[in-house]
């Protein structure tokens, strides 16, 4: 790294040795458990980000109004909403197909992004994401409840957990 002397930034190694090492004085069944409580926090996360990345206020995100259509990106609610069937789900799959032959993307009026979005919706593409982002923080929250530790550290855990379900960017 710039600066240091060649020595490169020691502190990942160094937390994973501590987590290693708390991970022993938990024993064996409960070694993973912490990770499982991140894995599946981060699904939830990534879950929640998707979602608004469609329909989050552009005021408390920072991004244009539908910022993950605007960039094509085939984020959670829109593979729910394809894979959900039915006519919206088809409409949706009709014009997303025209959209990747389109050059004229970048020129898309706010009507049809819109339109994408409602397509999305009424085929159940948000919905879906919003429960499993509800799934993904139960499980993470029963995996937190299987870990023996003090009550005030579970408490910052669930708060966290609680945090990126409810989190508006």
């Known amino acids: 790294m710039p600066g240091d002397g060649g020595q490169q930034d020691r502190r990942p190694a160094r937390l994973r040795l501590v987590h290693r090492g708390r991970a022993r004085r938990c024993g ?43 960039q094509r990106k085939k984020s959670l609610p829109v593979v729910a909403a394809l894979a959900a069937g039915g006519p919206a789900s088809d409409r949706l799959g009709e014009i997303l ?37 509800r799934r993904q923080h139960t499980i993470a929250i029963e995996v937190l409840d299987a870990i023996d530790m003090p009550d005030r550290v579970r408490a910052r ?6 945090f990126v379900v409810v989190r508006k960017r």
């Open 157 to 162: 855990f669930t708060a966290l957990a609680d």
């Open 97 to 133: 197909a025209a959209d990747a032959k389109s050059s004229d993307f970048e020129n898309f009026s706010e009507e049809e992004f819109a339109a994408r979005a409602a397509l999305i919706e009424e085929a159940g593409g948000r919905e879906w994401t919003a429960e499993e982002a």
């Open 28 to 70: 064996r069944p409960h070694r993973r458990r912490p990770e499982k409580y991140g894995y599946h926090l981060g699904l939830a996360f990534q879950a929640v980000d998707d979602l608004l990345g469609i329909w989050g206020d552009p005021d408390a995100t920072g991004k244009q109004t539908w910022s993950d259509l605007r």
